[in-house]
């Protein structure tokens, strides 16, 4: 396969990381036969410093013109004085909204030789394998909102919105994920309150047993799923939601693992060019010191190939790499807790070294 691929270094740590991920992509394409052509395009604070504006006009064509985007991370104090004329920030959602990127993807998985970093005990968090799928481009955040007149000051509101369509095509895209998974699809929602809920919950059961008819399907509110994912994350394996549900219960999700530098994340919006991420930012106060870890940008790596190029067992052979590396000892210092630890230079030299076998 030939695949094109824009990266999108970004601010801090981001060129730091996004580096060993290319890396690691090269090598796997060598390993089985592809070429990727990857260039870089400026996007962020960086961008901004050059050409006046977070995404500009080459980059988003280049973005769209790919078959994915890998991303570093954007942002940092040079660029936060509020009275600027425009931040990093925009260029992220200008991004995704250009990208049609309605669908974020994120892997809530813990690493044997690491469940010591979590906050939770290790019986609880052991084992833990989910794969988040949060609305990314709909109700609350997007919905009509603003400000009138009250007696006694001002009424403010904002709208949760979801049609059948954006309902669909998000559930439809977690079902295919849980059918190459462990069959099984959790569907989080409010119905109990929300009418906006009851259609997701009427959506999905449809889409589950017209097309679908092999996953087992369940389906729980949110502020159970809030508990759940602290006493029993184990049990779920594909869980749906929208925005801003999941907002909230990717951000707790990823507190099971304990380590930032770990987590990966994709945005997809089919047809078109997925976004592969970190879920860090661009971690100013390390930046430039060479000790960011990679894994999670090497991670996102995996998650583009799986997801855009459709190349799933080039993107097990990097996870197995992190896995090994991780059982071998191998520590950046975010991870180290203390001890020994390499440069990200290093880890990515030790992820390049077990696939190379
Ligand atoms: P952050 O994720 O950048 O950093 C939080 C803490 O985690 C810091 O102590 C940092 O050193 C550490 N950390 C993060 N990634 C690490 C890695 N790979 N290896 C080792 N340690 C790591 O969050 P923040 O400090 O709140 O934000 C810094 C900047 O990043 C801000 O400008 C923010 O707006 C931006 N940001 C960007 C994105 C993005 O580009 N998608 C996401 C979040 C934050």
Known sequence: MHAKIVALPGDGI??????EAERVLQLV?????????IERFPMGGCAIDSHGDPLPEHTLAACKQADAVLLGAVGGPKWDDPKAKTRPEVGLLKI????GLFANLRP????????????????????????????????????????????????AYSTMIYSTEEIARIVRLSCQAAM?????????????????????????QEIVSKEFPELTYDVVLVDSMAMHLLSRPRDFDVVVTENMFGDILTDEG?????????LPSASLGTPGPGLYEPIHGSAPDIAGKGIANPL??????????RHSLNLEEEARCIEAAVDRILIEGFRTKDIARGG???????MGDKVIEVIKG
């Open 108 to 155: 809530i998985k813990t690493y044997q030789p690491l469940l010591d970093s979590s906050p939770l005990k290790r019986e609880i968090v052991e084992g833990v394998d989910i794969l988040f799928f949060r609305e990314l481009t709909g109700g609350l955040y997007f919905g009509e909102s603003g400000r009138r007149p009250h007696p006694s000051g001002e009424q």
């Open 29 to 37: 394409a060598g390993k089985f036969g592809h070429t990727f052509a």
């Open 180 to 204: 190459k998974r462990r069959k099984k699809l959790t569907m989080v929602d409010k119905a109990n309150v929300l009418e906006v809920s009851r259609l997701w919950r009427q959506v999905s």
């Open 296 to 305: 999670a940008t090497i991670l996102a790596g995996a998650m583009l190939l």
């Open 96 to 99: 995704r909204k250009e990208l």
């Open 254 to 262: 990823s507190m099971l693992t304990g380590s930032l530098g770990m």
């Open 340 to 346: 020994a630890s390499l440069s990200t230079n290093q």
């Open 14 to 19: 981001g060129p730091e990381v996004v580096v």
